[in-house]
């Protein structure tokens, strides 16, 4: 059986895993040198993604986690501890890594190329620690939630995960304060995520 609640998780877990993937694929191409408008648009859709990532993981998805799924996890598994409070630690860092990577874009696009390298190399970094602490989640504690927690644990667990409403998943109906920010990423990101060039 297939609980609600996790299937929320690897949900906006693939939401994001294509984010960060499209992401990757724009700092790799860089902007257009001809036009400005290519030049913003590139950078405001960059800000576009890095404010998705702030305001909906950071904002509904980490504290569901850390908040309901894993005291509840604790308490039924105490062997997996560790590992929550290794996720934990990262929850706890999300959101000034993100800012981290916002600033560090800004620097680029208001002072040029010589800020470029350090953005791109936080960019990888920062990818490449996202997707590691999914696949903790997925890998170690997921599969444990489903064999230990009890009905009355995920009935709380799935009504909380219920609301979640991620701009990115199509399967859902999209909260209308995320219309704007679902349009500019999807017309101007690349593939997975947006219709854009790769």
Sequence with gaps: MTHEALRVIRDEHASLSAMLQSLLQMVRRGPEPDG???HERFF??????????????EKHHHPKESNLLFPRLAR????????????????MSGEMRVRELVHLLM????????RRAAFED?????????????????SELLPVA?????????????????TNQDPLNHRIPRDPLFDRLFTRIVMLAPAPVGLGDT
Excluded at 76 to 89: D, K, N, S
Excluded at 146 to 162: G, T, Y
């Design 36 to 38: 400005k408008d290519e």
């Design 76 to 91: 039924a598994a105490p062997q997996v501890l560790p590992v929550i409070e290794q996720l934990e630690r990262e929850h």
């Design 146 to 162: 489903e064999r230990v927690l009890e009905a009355q644990d995920w009935r709380a667990l799935n009504a909380a995960f219920a």
């Design 44 to 57: 405001d859709v960059l800000r576009a993604m890095l404010f998705y990532i702030d305001e909906f993981p």
């Design 122 to 138: 936080e960019a990888v970094r920062y990818v490449a620690f996202y997707r590691e602490h999914m696949r903790l989640e997925e």
């Design 107 to 114: 620097a680029w696009e208001y002072l040029g190329e010589t």
